[in-house]
């Protein structure tokens, strides 16, 4: 065993090398022009429709930037698309930052050595859910600046961002002008939204941005985003849930849909949201049934906020966005399967796209209507020499009606539209695609103990067993952190000072510490009312711990909310802290630079015999961040300096302690979590890497659907789930931070959570299931673009309905759990039998599945026979996939 992980390591290290070696030397395209006219971007001369995925770098390890990228690639995505990360890449004014996670001219190659374009978004404002939007907090300090309007300190600053980014993509030759990957550049970020409140500096603002932005030299086009007066060569573009009525402000422009939000963000204490896939293609479908020509999906992928680069406030460590490729790289089906097939179902309809000026409209019924896109005569002025045939014709059928079906005629054929939903037709005649039949198979992810394959220490040594997992050792040890004052490295002042202008966001902790005198008079008043002293502040963010002489009085969570915390003092000299916290900086709205951290308002004392006193007044002295930050104590090279003790089993949970401990790593190559269920609020490292926040508050008890209907419009809170379990527990680990064998593992608990329970575990598809009819399509790929053919166009060469299922690299379909060919009832891990059913279907999905990666199984009555004449058949199957004896190798 030993030998063969060391093996794939080296194989592995191996691939990496060829990848770098192939990405640096490579000419990704010979050197071509973009532009763009009314219908869409020209790319070396020829429009295209092209469909984009977002990824964002720096939520992801290097190491895993190619096999997401690959993925996209094959879910049918053209373009890759990012934001810049101001904040990553100038954390010190001046000190640039390219390596790494934020190595962005590794990324961009890398997309480029895929044959894919890259769309880059530089803003610099990014929103993104990201930390501060993105803006590094020295930007704050420098004099007189006002954040994203006509104010000149701002205006330079982010002027010599842009410029920077800019000037490096153009001298690592990554335009396309260049031979490079890059097509498309963005300024700014949905500052339309914002805009009214600067009033004319606003405007005088986007006017500026636009003509610095083209006075750069980029050479390729610019948008602006959710900026309807986006000046006259800067493309405006729509960020929404649906952009199927945006029009640009000008006709010379092509529309462009920038956010197609494929799911939403999740605050700590929320319910995760869920977009379904059948909404979600219809909306891309009308995009481009309507006269759209690019679209990018945010996010492709999500990814994860590693360190404390999550915004807020509130926002969780997980940025998986319900997106086609979840937060650990694994596929989310049917998400990425159904868009798979609709981006091949717009591909085969391009040659009419790209041809016709606009589509022809036809009104099929109430809320019914086809959109149909001939050849063009004007199309002559450009070069479509590679889409001309004998006619070229493509229609979408669609049915908006949220809750009925619709037969309309169309050409003179008869079409059957489920509600809400749009048909495909690529010759204007066959439909190879309908957004609301879903035949991709759903994976149900699971979460498997890992097992010390590797280790020759013993099961009952290494691991606990309780609640059936697998836990990292008991061995345990522990540090307890001061509260309060702890170095040297802290001042006394008068006066609440803010927070941010304190810690400079180098720490989310800030600790306010005075002292207060307490007579025998305010005892005795105390008693006699039967009341107690208390802390009240007009208005905090977001986390806010009141202690007295080293202990608790209670929390405050919220953001700007006022407090009132009773307080027990004792007669005599009272050490009052508060411990201010941040949980991600806001990262949205105007005036960011104001909004700031800690508290605002009066700070009081209340409950004292002789009235409130007023703690502005006092002496305050500032201590910042935690005593185990400063040291890194969470670091490999500098853990074994601080004095750890044994952490005893079954001792109280202690509050503001660190604990660190050491696991071998998994073996195989599935991606690794951390199980922190059992912890309360804190942060957590691996060999020194900062795997991010965690918080284990509890999501309410309602506002989720057992049953989630795609018909309609959707918003975050539809088809939400996850009601009444902590928001997120699992915490992703990359493979790459983590060596054979004694990986340091150090976690900061600020509640007195259970270091005991924590596992680490491993996270793969463990069932998949499928469900498809007679009255499916036939799989995208079969269908051809052909001379000849159904009026010269489209060809397939079988018409049967086929469902595909499939494991993930290095697994195998173990069994077959149910199988119907009928009328099964239900949907996966509820599937039943229904009236009808035919004998064989469990032996011959197995024959065609058992034991193979992957499979097809036709849906046809020459298959499985014929249980019942008359009625529309289904093929209903879930199975299980388990890891195949020689996963290590089927990787290479």
């Avoid at 002559?380 to 001309?388: A, C, E, K, M, P």
Wanted: proline residues 5%.
């Amino acid at each position: 065993m030993e030998y063969q992980r060391a093996w794939i390591r080296l194989r592995w290290l191996l691939l990496c090398l060829a990848v770098q070696l192939v990405v640096a030397d490579a000419e990704f395209f010979k050197p071509f022009n973009v532009s763009y006219d009314h219908r869409a971007l020209i790319i070396d001369g020829k429009r295209r429709m092209l469909i984009s995925a977002g990824i964002h770098y720096p939520r992801a390890t290097p190491e895993m930037w190619p096999d997401l990228i690959a993925k996209s690639k094959e879910g049918g995505a053209d373009v890759i698309e990012s934001y810049t990360f101001w904040n990553g890449h100038e954390p010190v004014r001046g000190q640039y930052n390219f390596e790494g996670r934020y190595d962005i001219v590794k990324f961009i190659r890398l997309v480029g050595s895929n044959g894919l374009y890259l769309f880059l978004r530089i803003g610099p404002y990014a929103c993104a859910e990201w930390n501060f939007g993105g803006f590094p907090v020295w930007l704050r300090d420098i004099p007189g600046i006002e954040f994203r309007t006509d104010n000149p300190p701002f205006k330079e600053e982010m002027q010599r961002f842009v410029k920077k980014i800019v000037d490096l993509m153009q001298e690592e030759k990554l335009f396309s002008w260049q031979g490079g990957p890059i097509i498309m550049l963005q300024i700014e970020n949905e500052y339309g939204n914002i805009e009214g409140t600067f009033g004319q500096k606003g405007k005088d603002y986007v006017k500026w941005a636009a003509k610095m932005a083209l006075g750069l030299g980029a050479g390729v086009p610019w948008v602006m985003c959710r900026q309807t007066d986006a000046p006259y060569d800067i493309i405006d573009a729509c960020n929404a849930y649906y952009c199927d009525g945006y029009k640009p402000n000008s006709y010379n422009k092509p529309t462009i849909w920038t956010e197609n939000w494929d799911g939403w963000y999740t605050s700590w204490g929320g319910r995760l949201p869920h977009r379904p896939v059948e909404d979600l293609a219809f909306a891309v479908a009308r995009f481009f049934q309507r006269g759209g020509s690019f679209q990018n999906y945010y996010m492709f992928f999500g990814g994860t906020n590693f360190g404390r680069t999550s915004g807020g406030p509130f926002y969780i460590t997980s940025y998986d966005y319900d997106a086609p490729i979840d937060e650990y790289g694994l596929l989310s089906e049917p998400k990425w399967g159904h868009l798979k097939d609709l981006h091949a179902a717009i591909r085969l309809c391009e040659p009419a796209l790209v041809a016709a000026d606009s589509p022809q409209y036809i009104k099929l019924g109430p809320k019914q209507e086809a959109h149909v896109y001939r050849e063009s005569m004007h199309a002559g002025n450009l070069n479509f020499s590679i889409y001309r045939s004998e006619s070229s014709c493509s229609a979408f059928l669609a049915n908006i009606d949220e809750h009925r079906s619709a037969s309309v005629t169309f050409l003179g054929q008869k079409y059957t539209l489920p509600p809400w939903s749009v048909s495909i037709l690529p010759d204007c005649k066959s439909v190879v695609f309908n957004t609301a039949k879903v035949g991709a198979q759903t994976s149900i992810k699971i979460v498997e103990s890992s097992l010390p394959f590797s280790s020759d220490v013993s099961l009952n040594q290494q691991f606990s067993t309780e609640n059936n997992g697998f836990h990292v050792t008991k061995s345990w040890m522990t540090i307890k952190e001061p509260i309060g004052v702890w170095s040297e490295n802290n001042f006394t002042i008068e006066g609440i000072l803010e927070h941010l202008n304190v810690t400079k966001d180098y720490s989310d902790y800030l600790w306010y510490i005075t002292r207060i005198y307490v007579s025998d008079d305010d005892i005795l008043f105390w008693e006699e009312n039967n009341i107690s002293p208390a802390v009240k502040i007009d208005s905090m963010r977001d986390v806010l711990r009141v202690f007295v002489n080293g202990q608790l009085q209670g929390s405050v969570i919220g953001h700007w909310v006022n407090v009132f915390q009773p307080v027990h003092f004792v007669r005599g000299y009272n050490d009052l802290v508060l411990l201010s916290q941040t949980v991600g900086l806001q990262n949205y709205g105007a005036l960011l630079e104001k909004d700031g951290g800690g508290f605002r308002g009066q700070i009081k004392l209340t409950g004292f015999r002789n009235g409130d006193i007023d703690l502005s007044k006092f002496l305050w002295t500032y201590q910042v961040g935690l005593k185990g930050e400063f040291l890194k104590v969470y670091a490999v090279e500098e853990n074994e300096k601080s004095e750890w003790t044994d952490f005893t089993p079954g001792a109280d949970p202690s509050i503001f302690t660190w604990y660190k401990t050491y696991f071998d790593v998994p073996a195989g190559t599935d991606p690794v979590t951390l199980d922190l269920g059992s912890m309360g609020k804190g942060q957590a490292w691996v060999n020194g890497h900062h795997i991010g926040r965690y918080w284990t508050l509890v999501a309410p008890k309602d506002g989720c659907q057992k049953v989630c209907n795609y018909r309609g419009a959707y918003n975050s809170d539809k088809c939400a789930f996850n009601c009444g379990k902590p928001t997120q527990i699992w915490y992703h680990v990359p493979r790459s931070w983590l060596n054979d064998s004694d990986n340091l593992l150090v976690i900061f608990e600020e509640t007195g959570g259970n270091p005991l329970d924590i596992s680490i575990k491993l996270r793969a598809t463990g069932i998949i299931c499928a469900q498809v009819s007679e009255s499916h399509y036939p799989p995208l790929h079969k269908w051809s673009l052909t001379r000849g053919s159904f009026d010269g166009r489209l060809s397939v060469n079988d018409l049967t309905p086929e469902m595909h299922l499939y494991c993930q690299d290095g697994y195998m379909i173990s069994s077959i759990e149910f199988a119907s060919y009928g009328t099964p009832m239900g949907g996966c891990q509820e599937f039943s039998i229904g009236k009808c059913h035919a004998t064989n279907s469990s032996t011959v999905v197995s024959e065609a599945c058992l034991g193979r990666n992957n499979c097809s199984v036709k849906i046809s009555n020459l298959v499985f026979g014929d249980p019942c004449r008359g009625i529309v058949k289904t093929l209903a199957v879930e199975a299980r996939c388990m890891l195949s004896s020689n996963a290590g190798f089927a990787q290479f």
